[in-house]
């Protein structure tokens, strides 16, 4: 009887100690659900955080390009409204040009040129390849390659642009617009979204061409970043 008694308590226990430790591991994986959403929910209130960053940044840089965009407009709406009214001195982009001794070859420079006066980019760009080519060591060549990568420029051709000019700049780094040159290129990355490669160009015009109007230019532009 006693021993029916002894297995019948052990049993019991058993059965107690084993709903004990069911309980417990209950309370252990209840725990660890409740640290998992916590750790969800956390990781969740980040990513959100991180995305309204990110929302910021891009609004932030699509106001920086629109009014990089209204600047250049602004100055090629000027150089427009010059060129209609006839006022080629008033026109710092289009000085008179420079006059050498061969007057074939200013004639081909002069020809080329007038071209890109009349807004005719496109035929512009090759008569000012064209000049540059068949007179190298011309005076006149490095102003020919600069107008001819403002001509790619102006018909939209941002990456010739940006070729052409950067040759320009190498070619004749001390020419007095090697500076322009290189505001061109800026504006040619603008137009390609390419913001962070503006920028150094811009301070690349304020650091090697000092105490000029490109300079001033730039520094402004600089400006529009911050």
């Given at each position: 009887?006693?021993?029916?008694?002894?297995?019948?308590?052990?049993?019991?226990?058993?059965a107690?100690?084993?709903?004990?430790?069911?309980?417990?591991?209950?309370?252990?994986?209840?725990?660890?659900?409740?640290?998992?959403?916590?750790?969800?929910?956390?990781?969740?209130?980040?990513?959100?955080?991180?995305?309204?960053?990110?929302?910021?940044?891009?609004?932030?840089?699509?106001?920086?390009?629109?009014?990089?965009?209204?600047?250049?407009?602004?100055?090629?709406?000027?150089?427009?409204?010059?060129?209609?009214?006839?006022?080629q001195?008033?026109?710092?982009?289009?000085?008179?040009?420079?006059?050498?001794?061969?007057?074939?070859?200013?004639?081909?420079?002069?020809?080329?040129?007038?071209?890109?006066?009349?807004?005719?980019?496109?035929?512009?760009?090759?008569?000012?390849?064209r000049?540059?080519?068949?007179?190298?060591?011309s005076?006149?060549?490095?102003?020919?390659?600069?107008?001819?990568?403002?001509?790619?420029?102006?018909?939209?051709?941002?990456?010739?642009?940006?070729?052409?000019?950067?040759?320009?700049?190498?070619?004749?780094?001390?020419?007095?617009?090697?500076?322009?040159?290189?505001l061109?290129?800026?504006?040619?990355?603008?137009?390609?979204n390419?913001?962070?490669?503006?920028k150094?160009?811009?301070?690349?015009?304020?650091?090697?061409?000092p105490?000029t109007?490109?300079?001033?230019?730039?520094?402004?532009?600089?400006?529009?970043?911050?």
């Amino acid at each position: 009887m006693k021993m029916k008694k002894t297995h019948s308590l052990l049993i019991a226990s058993s059965a107690l100690v084993l709903s004990l430790a069911a309980n417990h591991a209950y309370a252990f994986e209840d725990e660890d659900a409740r640290r998992a959403i916590l750790d969800l929910r956390s990781q969740l209130r980040q990513s959100q955080q991180n995305t309204a960053d990110l929302s910021n940044k891009i609004n932030n840089l699509q106001q920086q390009i629109t009014q990089l965009r209204g600047s250049i407009e602004t100055a090629n709406h000027q150089l427009r409204m010059s060129q209609q009214s006839g006022q080629q001195a008033a026109n710092p982009d289009v000085p008179p040009s420079p006059q050498v001794g061969d007057p074939n070859e200013q004639q081909s420079y002069d020809s080329a040129l007038d071209l890109f006066r009349q807004g005719n980019y496109a035929e512009a760009s090759t008569a000012l390849n064209r000049f540059a080519q068949q007179y190298p060591n011309s005076p006149l060549t490095p102003s020919a390659r600069f107008y001819e990568g403002s001509s790619r420029y102006a018909n939209k051709d941002f990456n010739g642009s940006i070729q052409g000019l950067e040759s320009m700049v190498a070619a004749y780094p001390r020419d007095p617009k090697a500076g322009d040159a290189l505001l061109v290129i800026a504006g040619s990355q603008v137009e390609l979204n390419n913001i962070a490669g503006a920028k150094a160009t811009l301070q690349r015009v304020v650091r090697d061409y000092p105490n000029t109007p490109a300079s001033d230019t730039a520094k402004n532009r600089l400006e529009l970043f911050r």
